[in-house]
T-cell receptor
Framework: AQKITQTQPGMFVQEKEAVTLDCTYDTSDPSYGLFWYKQPSSGEMIFLIYQGSYDQQNATEGRYSLNFQKARKSANLVISASQLGDSAMYFC??????????????FGGGTRLMVKP | GAVVSQHPSWVICKSGTSVKIECRSLDFQATTMFWYRQFPKQSLMLMAT?????????EQGVEKDKFLINHASLTLSTLTVTSAHPEDSSFYICSPPPSGREYYEQFFGPGTRLTVL
C-alpha cells in the first residue's frame, strides 16, 4: 500500500499567486516526520520544510508553509507568492519513528509545478 | 547544512561494463548511507543502505550481485553497477541520515545520472 500519496501529477500557477500541493500519508506509527523537497531539472533534492507528528503548530519557512491535518493524515505544502524559479518537481516524504534518524525516507510520486509568467 | 558530494555527476557507458559511483560526506562522519534510485519521471525509491563495518542491506527486488555497495570509511560509500544494461539507466542519489545533528536534516548528494547504451 502507498504510504505517501501525491494526487496531483502536474499543477499550473500564475506568478505571484499562492498554490497548494497535496500530500496524504499512511502510517500506524504515532511518531513520524513529514518532509517536502524541491527537485529542479538539475536533479538536486532541496529540503524545504519539515513537520513532526507531535509538533503543535504548522511549520513555516519563508514562503513555504505546511498545512498539517493530523486526523486527515494530510500534509499539504503551501507556496505563497509563486515565482518563476519555483517551477520544479515537488516531493512529499515521510520518516517513521521521527527521532530514529536511521530510518529512511519514503517518497510520494511527486507533483510537477509550473509557474506561468 | 551537511555537504555530500557524488562522483561522477553523470556517466555514459556501454552495456556490459561496470560503473562505480562514489558518495562522500565532506563535513561529518556517516556510519550509514542510503542509496536511492530515480527512474525518469518517477519518484525516489530506496535501493539499499550501506553500513560502515558490516554488509549493506538491500530492499526487496534489488539484486545484491548487480548493485555492489561498500561503505569503505566514515566518509565514503560506493555503489558499483556491475554488467550495466540499458534498464539500469537512472539517477542515483545518496543520502546520509542526520546523525548527531537535527533529526530532520535529511540531506542528499547531487546525484549521478547513469546512461547505459
Amino acid at each position: 500500500a502507498q504510504k505517501i500519496t501525491q494526487t496531483q501529477p502536474g499543477m499550473f500557477v500564475q506568478e505571484k499567486e499562492a498554490v497548494t500541493l497535496d500530500c496524504t500519508y499512511d502510517t500506524s506509527d504515532p511518531s513520524y516526520g513529514l518532509f517536502w523537497y524541491k527537485q529542479p531539472s538539475s536533479g538536486e533534492m532541496i529540503f524545504l520544510i519539515y513537520q513532526g507528528s507531535y509538533d503543535q503548530q504548522n511549520a513555516t519557512e519563508g514562503r513555504y508553509s505546511l498545512n498539517f491535518q493530523k486526523a486527515r493524515k494530510s500534509a499539504n505544502l503551501v507556496i505563497s507568492a509563486s515565482q518563476l524559479g519555483d517551477s520544479a518537481m515537488y516531493f512529499c516524504a515521510m520518516r517513521e519513528g521521527v527521532k530514529n534518524a536511521g530510518n529512511m525516507l519514503t517518497f510520494g510520486g511527486g507533483t510537477r509545478l509550473m509557474v506561468k509568467p | 547544512g551537511a555537504v555530500v558530494s557524488q562522483h561522477p555527476s553523470w556517466v555514459i557507458c556501454k552495456s556490459g561494463t561496470s560503473v562505480k559511483i562514489e558518495c562522500r560526506s565532506l563535513d561529518f562522519q556517516a556510519t550509514t548511507m542510503f542509496w536511492y534510485r530515480q527512474f525518469p519521471k518517477q519518484s525516489l525509491m530506496l535501493m539499499a543502505t550501506s553500513n560502515e563495518g558490516s554488509k549493506a542491506t538491500y530492499e526487496q527486488g534489488v539484486e545484491k550481485d548487480k548493485f555492489l555497495i561498500n561503505h569503505a570509511s566514515l566518509t565514503l560509500s560506493t555503489l558499483t553497477v556491475t554488467s550495466a544494461h540499458p534498464e539500469d539507466s537512472s539517477f542515483y542519489i545518496c543520502s546520509p541520515p542526520p546523525s548527531g545533528r537535527e533529526y530532520y536534516e535529511q540531506f542528499f548528494g547531487p546525484g549521478t545520472r547513469l546512461t547505459v547504451l
